[in-house]
């Protein structure tokens, strides 16, 4: 299993991704799953990655040499030369369809699913940071700033936070954090989500630098911001009143009175 | 879809349901999923139920007619002679494999899912209260004190508060509200689940009423809590540091002081 955020906030783009792979929880490993995919002067190009492990490595691997041109002229198409993400998202997609159309009927005949999801998110030139979610089909969608995220893998656990708390002009540490927080939930829940998490800030504001960030087990913010929330859950809960309509179990409640006269 | 949650805890058993149905987004109707199933001076047994609503219905029909003997004698088993909550139990799982098994062929020709689960509680004489989950061939898992609370349907938003909260020796009351929580996680984050919700509590010490409520949109209790939830929550995000990490953005931070410096 695998859990993947993106969040496209007003100052910027927030990526995080575990790290914990397994095939049955007797076979249990760790993979980077957050990928620098393209890096130049005038790019930085992620990509996260959830499904079956094999096909993700292999469209990754297609994509770093490169797709066959449809003139083939032998040249290639790469993500150093698309002139913007949307294009990028587009040759990610044909990636994914290529490798998955290869590999299929071999996968199907064993019962393996070839499905993957690819969140590949960014910036080229001077436009703004984009994020897109890229489905097995190669189509995909763009994060908008209605609902400032995009997530793979297991995503449930961890959406309530993020529907909740996450607007697009939430500040981008506050966004880091509430990711985090989505991560812990999820971690949780799912042994099959878990640390190292990778995480990578991209600013909109350029003359800002970008954070990369391996978050470890023993890594000291996110065992503290664990152990707050959950302190602060419990409090929480314990200032909700309890259920007017228990009343009737307590001893001077009207249901008790009447069962004991009854 | 639909989300049912039962809880046994030391102090007794409390079922909740929510009652919305859809077929698409644009067929939503509200049903109820929470059922007595036999009720009588020696048992109370109740049921919530997920899944094709066609089967669930029709299961519940069986059950309340009663089942073939082995023997064929005419006679009829029903919930009203079983000796045992497990006797309870395996009769139920008996109704869902009969119904899915006239059904299936039927149903997977129109690619309709015949899937459906059970949750079955209650009482049977003097026995302790007890929980089981019934699985579409019939097979079945009883809740345990490791564990207190079993879920069916859109079962993971919901999941994160009860593994935090619910401990086996948590209090009723205490247990409903954690309960409602869990409902207003999963109401916020999948419109296919929604009020009224049903629930129904049973008292471990048999001299307590036993508490049957229906939440409907309006009720103040539910909104009360749904919204000192959604404040608190975001108080607590609030007390947490923002990620040291992203001190590097800051004025003062050497991350900015060395990129301008660059």
Redesign the interface.
């Known amino acids: 299993m695998t859990y993947c955020v993106g969040m496209l906030v007003e100052g910027g783009l927030v990526m995080i991704a575990d790290t914990r792979t397994n095939a049955g929880v007797d076979n249990i490993s760790s993979y980077r799953k957050l990928h620098t995919l393209a890096e130049a002067d005038d790019r930085l190009i992620l990509a996260s990655t959830a499904g079956n492990l094999s096909i993700t490595q292999t469209a990754l691997g297609l994509l770093e040499e490169g797709l066959p041109r449809e003139d083939d002229d032998g040249g290639r198409r790469t993500l150093h030369d698309v002139p913007s993400m949307f294009r990028a998202a587009q040759l990610v997609g044909d990636a994914v369809r290529m490798v998955r159309e290869d590999m299929r009927a071999a996968l199907e005949k064993e019962k393996v699913s070839a499905g993957i999801s690819v969140l590949v998110g960014g910036r080229i030139g001077d436009a703004p940071l984009k994020l897109y979610h890229i489905y097995s089909a190669g189509n995909f969608i763009e994060c908008q700033a209605d609902q400032p995220f995009l997530q793979i893998g297991e995503t449930?656990?961890g959406?309530?936070?993020l529907?909740?708390?996450l607007k697009y002009g939430t500040p981008?540490?506050?966004a880091?954090?509430?990711g985090?927080?989505s991560f812990d939930?999820t971690i949780?829940?799912n042994l099959a989500v878990g640390r190292p998490l990778d995480l990578t800030?991209l600013?909109s504001d350029r003359?800002?630098?970008v954070?990369r960030?391996r978050i470890e087990a023993d890594d000291a913010?996110f065992n503290?911001?664990s152990a707050?929330?959950?302190l602060?859950?419990?409090?929480?809960?314990d200032?909700?009143?309890?259920?007017?309509?228990?009343g009737?179990?307590r001893e001077d409640g009207p249901?008790?009175a009447?069962?004991?006269r009854g």
Chains 1, 2 share one sequence.
């Open positions: 449930k656990y959406k309530p936070i529907d909740r708390a981008v540490d506050e880091v954090k509430v985090l927080i939930s949780r829940s800030v600013p003359t800002l630098p954070i960030r913010y503290d911001l707050r929330w959950s602060m859950l419990n409090e929480a809960r200032t909700i009143p309890d259920p007017p309509f228990m009737v179990w249901g008790i009447a069962a004991r």
